[in-house]
């Protein structure tokens, strides 16, 4: 029978190791040590040498994820920069932030197709069910092209009162014409910008981060290339930049969909090659190596032809999407609920400062809350890359019915995250002492005096954000999608509550910005405490503290 207890642990050592330690349990003939020979349990340093094997897993999928994570912003980044650099106006620029503004809250809001889709994929790989997989695989890839072929007749249909929203109108009618044409460009993307989510979801179902940033830093290149074209040389300005990131990110999906066709291996090699081998015990406690039925099934069928995973045509029934669906639309919620609170607190924001000076001190307020933001986004960001390794690794013990090696995972992604989060705070708080952030930034004395505070929050909050980060990963490996649905709704009331309290309270409007992050902080925590009762609920799929 399988191992119900290490054999997550025994499935990361590389297969020298598990070699090692079987032709030992092997050479003591003695029938218990054989039947134990795949756990590595005998005492302390075992114990160490099973931790060790899951924190190298967890960095080995955390890099590449990061990397991978990285790279679609530098995409809009780079394509700010060229057309920054070759406008003669500011309209050009003031259209494309507005645009990718847009684009990036509506792109994010469908990122579950990659939350929802590596959990389920991951499950039923590890649990034997290769076939589950590949179909709920193929109906991922068919829900990406239909989500994305919406959004983007939505937003070439409704460009103009979508943009007039964003405030673009207001920044005059050529950085609206810039605006309009960007986005109608870049909306052409957008489901090939679900099928790359969908698609590194499923491959990191089968435990492989590496494949998508491989093609993606190759998109990225060809996006770089297309910008010195389009931008530099032929001048076409935003237009540029919307058709070579558009490009970059159709010639990714395709990639992406030949790999998981099996037209073209993978980082690792053929689609589920990259899976381990179980050590498996016979009823006469005989230890063997066999290679696990889901990554044979994932290579060849029963004709030997190569599996493939492709969008589906056909239409399935309820029973077979219903999980995909119901995952789904609780990660949506989940999503828009987030969202939700950045773009309220980033419209309080503009509100603040003293009623004779509104407009200096607005835009004061609004900049200092912009760039803490983005500094609250870029720590996030990284802590991201550890909640997709524990995303993976949690969904494959649960398929695997390895809880202690479920609760090993989740332990070690916390030390690991509170780790980064004290050396993120460390590094914020070195910019904040010696001026350095401040002055990178921005060089208007409002905007600094705004912003020094903001950091101050910003570092203290550090720790707890790269814990609750993981915690999502975590719960997202184990399925949770609709308690993290429901702890959204509820810890974006309580920030309200606590905003307006805040407010209530507090006669000297100018500390309305220092509120807003208050409230921000207090969402954070309150996503951190009902995480952490769901974690330790003994019924539930994690029982982080073995209560049960």
Same mark, same amino acid.
């Given at each position: 029978?399988?191992?119900?207890?290490?054999?997550?642990?025994?499935?990361?050592?590389?297969?020298?190791?598990?070699?090692?330690?079987?032709?030992?349990?092997?050479?003591?003939?003695?029938?218990?040590?054989?039947?134990?020979?795949?756990?590595?349990?005998?005492?302390?340093?075992?114990?160490?040498?099973?931790?060790?094997?899951?924190?190298?897993?967890?960095?080995?999928?955390?890099?590449?994820?990061?990397?991978?994570?990285?790279?679609?912003?530098?995409? =809009?980044?780079?394509?700010?920069?060229?057309?920054?650099?070759?406008?003669?106006?500011?309209?050009? %620029?003031?259209?494309?932030?507005?645009?990718?503004?847009?684009?990036?809250?509506?792109?994010y809001?469908?990122?579950?197709?990659? !939350?929802?889709?590596?959990? %389920?994929?991951?499950?039923?790989?590890?649990?034997?069910?290769?076939?589950?997989?590949?179909?709920?695989?193929?109906?991922?890839?068919?829900?990406?092209?239909?989500?994305?072929?919406?959004?983007?007749?939505?937003?070439?249909?409704?460009?103009?009162?979508l943009?007039?929203?964003?405030?673009?109108?207001n920044?005059?009618?050529?950085?609206n014409?810039?605006?309009?044409?960007?986005?109608?460009?870049?909306?052409?993307?957008?489901?090939?910008?679900f099928?790359?989510?969908?698609?590194?979801?499923?491959?990191?179902?089968?435990?492989?981060?590496? =494949?998508?940033?491989?093609?993606?830093?190759?998109?990225?290149?060809?996006?770089?290339?297309?910008?010195v074209?389009?931008?530099?040389?032929?001048?076409?300005?935003?237009?540029?930049?919307?058709?070579?990131?558009?490009?970059?990110?159709?010639?990714?999906?395709?990639?992406?969909?030949?790999?998981?066709?099996?037209? !073209?291996?993978?980082?690792d090699?053929?689609?589920?090659?990259?899976?381990?081998?179980?050590? %498996? !015990?016979?009823?006469?406690?005989?230890?063997?190596?066999?290679?696990?039925?889901?990554?044979?099934?994932?290579?060849?069928?029963?004709?030997?032809?190569?599996?493939?995973?492709?969008?589906?045509?056909?239409?399935?029934?309820?029973?077979?999407?219903?999980?995909?669906?119901?995952?789904s639309s609780s990660?949506?919620?989940?999503?828009?609920?987030?969202?939700?609170?950045?773009?309220?607190?980033?419209?309080?924001?503009?509100?603040?400062?003293?009623?004779?000076?509104?407009?200096?001190?607005?835009?004061?307020?609004?900049?200092?809350?912009?760039?803490?933001?983005?500094?609250?986004?870029?720590?996030?960001?990284?802590?991201?890359?550890?909640?997709?390794?524990?995303?993976?690794?949690?969904?494959?013990?649960?398929?695997?019915?390895?809880?202690?090696?479920?609760?090993?995972?989740?332990?070690?992604?916390?030390?690991?995250?509170?780790?980064?989060?004290?050396?993120?705070?460390?590094?914020?708080?070195?910019?904040?002492?010696?001026?350095?952030?401040?002055?990178?930034?921005?060089?208007?004395?409002?905007?600094?005096?705004?912003?020094?505070?903001?950091?101050?929050?910003?570092?203290?909050?550090?720790?707890?954000?790269?814990?609750?980060?993981?915690?999502?990963?975590?719960?997202?490996?184990?399925?949770?999608?609709?308690?993290?649905?429901?702890?959204?709704?509820?810890s974006?009331? !309580?920030?309200?509550?606590?905003?307006v309290?805040?407010?209530?309270?507090?006669?000297?409007?100018?500390?309305?910005?220092?509120?807003?992050?208050?409230?921000?902080?207090?969402?954070?925590?309150?996503?951190?405490?009902?995480?952490l009762?769901?974690?330790?609920?003994?019924?539930?799929?994690?029982?982080l503290?073995?209560?049960?």
């Amino acid at each position: 029978m399988l191992l119900e207890e290490g054999s997550l642990e025994q499935a990361l050592l590389s297969p020298e190791d598990r070699d090692e330690q079987i032709a030992d349990a092997s050479i003591g003939g003695d029938e218990e040590s054989c039947a134990n020979a795949g756990n590595v349990s005998n005492g302390d340093n075992e114990n160490d040498d099973e931790n060790e094997n899951v924190g190298k897993k967890i960095f080995s999928l955390a890099i590449p994820a990061l990397a991978a994570l990285a790279i679609d912003p530098l995409m =809009t980044l780079a394509d700010t920069v060229f057309v920054g650099r070759t406008a003669t106006t500011p309209d050009a %620029l003031a259209g494309v932030g507005s645009a990718a503004a847009l684009l990036t809250f509506s792109f994010y809001l469908f990122n579950f197709l990659c !939350v929802v889709t590596t959990p %389920l994929v991951s499950q039923r790989r590890a649990s034997g069910d290769g076939e589950s997989a590949i179909t709920l695989g193929g109906q991922a890839l068919s829900l990406a092209i239909l989500l994305g072929s919406l959004l983007s007749l939505f937003l070439i249909a409704f460009s103009q009162p979508l943009l007039d929203v964003m405030g673009t109108g207001n920044a005059g009618a050529g950085a609206n014409g810039f605006a309009t044409s960007f986005l109608t460009i870049r909306a052409i993307a957008a489901p090939a910008y679900f099928l790359i989510s969908a698609s590194t979801g499923i491959l990191r179902g089968y435990l492989d981060t590496k =494949t998508a940033f491989t093609i993606l830093l190759f998109a990225n290149i060809i996006n770089l290339s297309l910008d010195v074209v389009l931008i530099s040389l032929l001048d076409m300005g935003p237009t540029g930049a919307a058709i070579a990131t558009t490009t970059a990110e159709w010639v990714s999906a395709a990639s992406f969909l030949a790999i998981l066709a099996g037209k !073209v291996p993978s980082v690792d090699g053929l689609l589920g090659s990259n899976q381990q081998r179980q050590v %498996l !015990v016979t009823s006469d406690g005989i230890v063997e190596e066999e290679e696990e039925e889901t990554s044979r099934s994932l290579t060849r069928d029963e004709e030997g032809d190569l599996i493939v995973i492709t969008p589906t045509l056909e239409i399935p029934t309820w029973e077979n999407i219903k999980p995909l669906v119901i995952a789904s639309s609780s990660a949506f919620v989940r999503s828009f609920m987030l969202q939700l609170s950045i773009a309220g607190a980033a419209a309080m924001a503009a509100r603040t400062g003293d009623a004779s000076e509104m407009t200096a001190s607005a835009s004061a307020s609004i900049a200092a809350h912009q760039i803490a933001l983005q500094l609250w986004l870029l720590g996030s960001f990284v802590c991201d890359a550890l909640a997709a390794a524990s995303q993976t690794l949690v969904a494959d013990g649960i398929g695997r019915e390895d809880s202690r090696g479920v609760r090993d995972v989740s332990k070690i992604v916390f030390a690991y995250s509170l780790g980064l989060g004290v050396v993120l705070s460390s590094a914020l708080a070195i910019g904040d002492y010696s001026g350095f952030l401040v002055n990178l930034f921005t060089s208007d004395k409002a905007t600094q005096e705004a912003l020094i505070p903001l950091l101050t929050i910003l570092i203290a909050a550090q720790p707890l954000n790269a814990l609750v980060f993981s915690a999502d990963g975590i719960l997202q490996g184990a399925s949770q999608f609709g308690f993290q649905a429901k702890s959204m709704i509820l810890s974006s009331s !309580v920030a309200i509550m606590s905003f307006v309290g805040l407010e209530y309270f507090t006669v000297d409007n100018t500390s309305t910005l220092q509120h807003i992050w208050y409230g921000l902080i207090i969402l954070q925590l309150m996503r951190g405490l009902t995480s952490l009762w769901k974690l330790s609920d003994k019924e539930g799929p994690i029982d982080l503290f073995e209560r049960s």
